[in-house]
C-alpha cells in the first residue's frame, strides 16, 4: 500500500452504516469508515452535521492522491472501495449517502524508515572528546525525528510515547552525572534498545500493509494457489477475528504493553 487518505467527512444524511466502525478489504486496498464521538454525541462541522472519519488506501491503478481530498474524490472512494450501503448511486442503492463536505484531508504516503542511529552529538562525535577535544552536545532522537512507518494500529503514536517517557529517567541521571564517557555510553546504550524496538515496529506494520495491500507483486507469487490469494487472506482474517485471544495479543502488541521501558 503505497498511499492512503484520511479525511473527516460529512453526509447528506445520516448513512445507514456505520454505527460505529466498517471495514472493507478489496482486493487491493482496504477501506475504513467510524463517526467521530465525544462521550455521548457525534462530533459535528459547523452546520451541525455529524462528522465522519474515513481511511482508504489508494492503489497505484489510481494514480496519485491528491495532497488535500475534496468532495468528489472523497465520494470516488466511497463508492469505490467502501461498503454497498454508502454507495451512492441512487439506481442501485436508493438508501445511499452522499459527500457533502471535507472539514479536514490529508494524504499520507506509506514510508518505513528509521534513523541510523538514535544518539550522537551536535558539532561533535565524541571521539576527539578522548582525544582533550570539545565534546558536541549531545542529542537524542524520538518520535518522528527517529521512526516513521504507516499508522497502523496507531503503533507509531504509541512508540513515540513511550520514547520519551523512557527517556525521561535516562537524561535525569545523564544530567546529575555529568558530562562523561560513562554516563554517554548509558544514554547510548538505551537509545540503542530504542531503535530495536522501533524496527520490531516498523516490522509488524509493514506485514500488516503487505497483507492489506495485497501488492500485484504479492499475488503473483502465488499463482499457482486455485483459490485468489486475496480471497485465502479474507478467510484468514476473518477466522483471526473470532479469536479472543489473537485479538487480546494484538491489543497488547499494539498499545506497546510489552515494551517494558527500559
Known amino acids: 500500500m503505497a498511499q492512503m487518505v484520511i479525511a ?33 454525541h457525534g462530533s459535528k462541522d459547523t452546520q451541525g452535521k455529524n462528522v465522519y472519519r474515513l481511511a482508504c488506501g489508494v492503489p497505484p491503478s489510481e494514480g496519485e492522491a491528491p495532497s488535500k481530498a475534496g468532495v468528489e474524490y472523497c465520494q470516488h472512494l466511497v463508492d469505490t472501495f467502501g461498503p454497498y450501503a454508502l454507495n451512492s448511486d441512487k439506481s442501485s442503492n436508493p438508501d445511499g449517502a452522499t459527500v457533502t463536505d471535507v472539514v479536514w484531508s490529508t494524504r499520507f504516503r506509506t514510508r518505513y524508515s528509521a534513523a541510523e542511529t538514535f544518539f550522537t552529538y551536535f558539532g ?50 545523564a544530567i546529575t552525572a555529568g558530562s562523561s564517557p560513562e554516563s554517554d555510553e548509558k544514554v547510548r546504550a538505551h537509545m540503542a534498545r530504542r531503535r530495536e524496538r522501533a524496527l520490531k515496529v516498523i516490522g509488524i506494520t509493514k506485514a500488516m500493509s503487505h497483507t492489506v495491500g495485497m501488492s500485484p507483486v504479492l499475488q ?30 494484538l491489543a497488547y502488541k499494539f498499545a506497546g504493553l510489552e515494551d517494558r521501558l527500559t
Not at 469508515?33 to 462521550?39: A, E, F, N, R, V
Not at 499457482?224 to 483471526?240: A, E
Open 8 to 40: 473527516d467527512i460529512t453526509f447528506d444524511k445520516a448513512p445507514s452504516s456505520p454505527e460505529s466502525f466498517y471495514a472493507v478489504v478489496s482486493k487491493t486496498s482496504f477501506f475504513a469508515i467510524t463517526p467521530l464521538q465525544y462521550p455521548t
Open 124 to 173: 561533535n562525535d565524541g571521539k576527539e572528546a578522548g582525544a582533550g577535544g570539545p565534546r558536541g552536545a549531545r542529542v537524542c532522537l524520538i518520535g518522528d525525528a527517529a521512526h516513521i512507518h504507516p499508522p497502523s494500529g496507531g503503533q507509531g503514536m504509541n512508540l513515540g510515547l513511550r520514547d520519551g517517557i523512557s527517556l525521561g529517567p535516562v537524561i535525569a541521571s
Open 220 to 249: 503473483s507469487k502465488f499463482w499457482w494457489s486455485p483459490v485468489p490469494i486475496h480471497t485465502v487472506r479474507d478467510w484468514v482474517l476473518w477466522l483471526l477475528s473470532k479469536s479472543s485471544f489473537v485479538k487480546e495479543t
